[in-house]
């Protein structure tokens, strides 16, 4: 059973507009959410995260929302540009050393 | 800061044959983790450990061994290469808690002819 599982797969948003990306999980016990940014020819890198204490975490253009309840999150890009044109990875780990990653959305940002 | 080194770059091997991938990491991290990238999927982790001597399976450690010579280096053989297992293998590193950052590696990518 895929224990985090995201969409859209692909996505293509103009620039200037804002990027919604979402993500569900399966294990209660998760309480920490990276958002990993990669770029072709290169390993995932970490964009934001979030702790399950919290629902909101900001970084410039970046937002990642967390529901607890509903077992979702979500990431919201304002202002998208094309040099964020990457593939972004939600993930999911919980108390041991281990990271659940999600399949992943394709963001293209057309100028 | 740090860094991780993945050699090679791209490893083309014949159907059959024992390929051996290597990570380095600079980060003075405990834990280290390989994964396969398929081609439009996310991430499966194929071996971890979570400190020097260590080794834990993944998900997907059936064909792999993996091996831990010291803190700073992981091993990654494929014991029989497979047509379907063309994909990005990554590396990374972290300190050992769940809520830590993994730091990855440029990937090894696989050809297997």
């Known amino acids: 059973q895929q224990q985090v599982r995201q969409s859209p797969q692909s996505l293509t948003v103009w620039e200037g507009g804002t990027t919604v990306l979402t993500c569900s999980y399966e294990?209660?016990?998760?309480?920490?959410f990276p958002w990993y940014q990669q770029f072709p020819g290169e390993g995932p890198a970490l964009l934001i995260s979030i702790l399950s204490v919290s629902d909101k975490k900001e970084d410039g253009r970046f937002t990642t929302f967390f529901n607890k309840r509903e077992k979702k999150l979500s990431l919201h890009i304002i202002d998208s540009q094309p040099g964020d044109s990457a593939t972004y990875f939600c993930a999911a780990s919980g108390s041991n050393n281990r990271i659940f990653f999600g399949d992943g959305t394709q963001l293209v940002v057309k100028p | 800061g740090g860094i991780i080194t993945q050699t090679p770059k791209f490893l083309i091997g014949q159907e059959g044959q024992k390929l051996t991938l290597k990570c380095q990491q600079n980060?003075?991290?405990?834990?280290m983790y390989w994964y396969r990238q398929d081609s439009g999927k996310g991430l499966r982790l194929i071996y971890y450990?979570?400190?020097?001597?260590?080794?834990q399976k993944g998900d997907l450690s059936e064909g792999y061994d993996a091996s831990r010579e010291k803190k700073s280096s992981f091993s990654l053989t494929v014991t029989s290469a497979q047509k379907n297992e063309m994909a990005v293998f990554l590396c990374?590193?972290?300190?050992?808690?769940?809520?830590?950052?993994?730091?990855f590696g440029p990937g090894t990518r696989l050809t297997v002819l």
């Open positions: 294990d209660s016990t998760f309480n920490y």
């Open positions: 980060f003075n991290h405990d834990t």
């Open positions: 990374a590193s972290s300190i050992p808690t769940g809520v830590a950052e993994q730091f």
């Open positions: 450990s979570i400190t020097e001597n260590d080794l």
